[in-house]
């Protein structure tokens, strides 16, 4: 697999990474623990190096299935965490005071069985406490070796800039995909003139995009998207259209829908690179075989004709989790 650059930071990351969440947190039951390190070595021996965690994902949990799964090639690979909720808890609010900071830090290596952590991101911002003080706090880190490049997560325009103005970011992650395209109006265009790198999450909309998701689909009680308005039965309805056109262009191109999906992004822009999930080896190995897919100009002008004459049905997160977002 093809690396690329998270912007001007010198990270260099495979096309595609792995999302680590799903393995243990957000979508039903933990998987199995040997079938998750299974997994992500075979990842890893399929040419990702660019694999994703946080904190809030089962508060230290997923870090540590990760750091067990990749000590044999810690030194090859691009790990990716999260700090800035109150107790590694998503659903108690927001905390990224300096201290929480280095608890969260400190921890993630532990967890991590690591010295340093490669990308640290701020999950959500804090409107409690100034970017600047998170990003100096950062920079002392930096510093003392234990991290070597800060991103932001679903943080808005004005909140990047004045991050990176203390210390640059290397990367924003935040949601993008066909069916979520918010961040083409300011975020893609900022990040481009400041040199930052963008991770979408969820690229193939939480499984809706692959196809095998439809009206009738029941989700475990665990899985969040149980409270996900866009994943309502009426709401998973009405977005089959986007379903429906990517299976259409697989067809031409011998693919599949979540194939198209993950290529369309990558075609974006130079500086993108996706971190889908799965728990499956089989979507694994499908989703690498997307980064060797590639949409000729024609193919993603039929995709943009289609697509803008469609509206997405259904808000991406539920009012409660909004204000989080986007800020």
């Not at 066909?178 to 481009?192: D, S, T």
């Not at 439809?214 to 989700?219: A, L």
Request: charged share 25%.
């Amino acid at each position: 697999m093809k690396t690329r650059n998270l912007g001007n930071s010198g990270l260099k990351v495979s096309e595609l990474g792995l999302g680590c969440m799903g393995l243990t947190f957000g979508y039903g039951p933990a998987a199995n623990e040997n079938d998750a390190i299974e997994l992500i070595t075979k990842a890893y021996d399929s040419g990702v190096t660019f694999f994703d965690t946080a904190e809030a994902y089962s508060q230290g949990g997923n870090e540590k299935l990760l750091g067990k799964a990749v000590k044999p090639f810690r030194d090859k690979i691009i790990i990716a965490t999260k700090f800035g909720f109150k107790n590694g808890d998503s659903s108690k609010g927001v905390d990224s005071r300096p201290e929480r900071i280095r608890e969260v830090a400190e921890a993630s290596l532990q967890y991590l069985q690591t010295d340093y952590i490669d990308l640290f991101y701020q999950h959500r911002v804090d409107p409690n406490v100034p970017i600047e003080e998170v990003a100096g706090t950062i920079q002392e880190l930096i510093k003392e070796g234990k991290i070597r490049h800060w991103g932001l997560s679903e943080a808005g325009v004005e909140t990047i800039r004045k991050a990176h103005a203390v210390q640059p970011v290397a990367a924003l992650q935040s949601e993008y995909s066909l069916w979520w395209r918010e961040p083409e109006k300011e975020i893609l265009p900022a990040l481009e003139e400041l040199g930052i790198g963008f991770v979408p999450f969820s690229p193939l909309g939480k499984g809706f995009l692959t196809g095998a998701i439809n009206s009738d689909t029941q989700f475990d009680k665990t899985d969040f998207r149980n409270i996900v308005p866009r994943f309502s039965e009426e709401n998973r309805k009405a977005n089959q259209q986007l379903v429906n056109l990517l299976q259409t262009i697989a067809a031409e191109k011998e693919a599949t829908p979540a194939q198209i999906a993950l290529a369309w992004l990558l075609a974006q822009k130079p500086w993108i690179a996706p971190i889908p999930g799965t728990t499956k080896i089989h979507r694994l190995q499908e989703n690498i075989g997307a980064a060797s897919l590639k949409l000729t100009s024609e193919d993603l002008q039929k995709i943009e004709a289609a697509a803008s004459r469609m509206t997405i049905s259904g808000a991406r997160y539920p009012e409660n989790l909004m204000n989080m977002v986007g800020k």
